[in-house]
């Protein structure tokens, strides 16, 4: 969860706290959303609870010592150094969003990290993009001209987050949309028009089998990427991809993917962010 990370579209991992609860399915909080189904960081917390933290709205969440909380500012200044922009993903093991008392704090002090960090993108993933203007820290109209704001949409159950996330899009230099875990056809209705990016991929278990990702599902989010000018970047194909037999248990051997599909795009940046 620091240095050295196995996710390909990032460069870090930071996880000052750590813990969740399953989000909504639909934007009136009924539901439960289908892309948390199978959380490989709710798994992880089984096993180390401590460390990774605890699930469920009333569960604990574990937070980070002073050092690991430092360590974007070290990234920073090596970034700085060798004149090269880096990737952070925060939070890979929460929702940076999760509406809690307890999470206010820590909140407003990752964000102030965040705004000593110039050299570094974080990439903010939530399932509660609809939390965002109400808990973005020092007022929904502070643009962070180093944060990427994303949210999950793997399913057409989902689509309303994208929704909720273009309404605060201007708050950071571009938005984002994970279609991962992808679980059925999307067709994004012309939404794609204000994202920047798409990160599209099966799903993969520690345990148990993965519920089916059909290429053709990936292919049609690149089709629509495509005809919106959106960067996509296919992360993976599942460890239960329709179709194909892949050696990879999780899908990700892009030698092992039909060639239309090896497909990884990053959004344009500038020496000083976002282009």
């Not at 240095?3 to 579209?9: A, P």
């Not at 490989?40 to 937070?63: I, M």
């Not at 991929?201 to 495509?226: F, H, K, N, T, Y």
Request: charged share 25%; net charge negative.
């Amino acid at each position: 969860m620091g240095y050295l990370t196995g996710i390909e579209w990032c460069d870090h991992t930071w996880n000052p706290w750590r813990g969740c609860a399953h989000a909504a399915r639909h934007r009136d909080g009924t539901g439960e959303a289908p892309e948390c189904l199978n959380c490989y960081a709710e798994d992880g917390s089984r096993r180390n609870a401590a460390n990774l933290g605890e699930w469920g709205p009333g569960s604990a969440r574990a937070v980070g010592v002073p050092a690991y909380w430092d360590l974007p500012r070290k990234w920073d200044r090596k970034a700085e150094a060798d004149g090269v922009r880096r990737r952070v993903f925060f939070a890979s093991y929460a929702d940076v969003f999760e509406d809690r008392a307890d999470l206010v704090p820590h909140r407003r002090r990752a964000f102030d990290i965040i705004d000593e960090c110039p050299n570094l993108d974080f990439l903010v993933l939530t399932k509660r993009p609809e939390m965002v203007g109400t808990l973005w820290p020092w007022g929904r109209e502070t643009r962070r001209e180093n944060v990427w704001l994303g949210t999950t949409c793997g399913h057409p159950d989902s689509l309303w987050r994208v929704d909720a996330l273009l309404s605060v899009r201007h708050l950071a230099a571009l938005a984002f949309v994970s279609a991962e875990p992808l679980l059925a056809p999307l067709d994004f209705g012309g939404r794609l028009g204000g994202i920047r990016w798409v990160i599209a991929g099966g799903e993969s278990r520690l345990r148990g089998e993965p519920r089916p990702c059909d290429p053709e599902w990936i292919r049609g989010v690149a089709m629509q990427c495509e005809l919106a000018g959106t960067a996509l970047f296919v992360k993976q194909l599942g460890g239960n991809p329709v179709g194909l037999s892949l050696s990879h248990p999780k899908g990700g051997d892009m030698e092992e993917w039909p060639e239309d599909l090896r497909i990884r795009e990053l959004p344009a940046v500038a020496a000083a962010g976002v282009a």
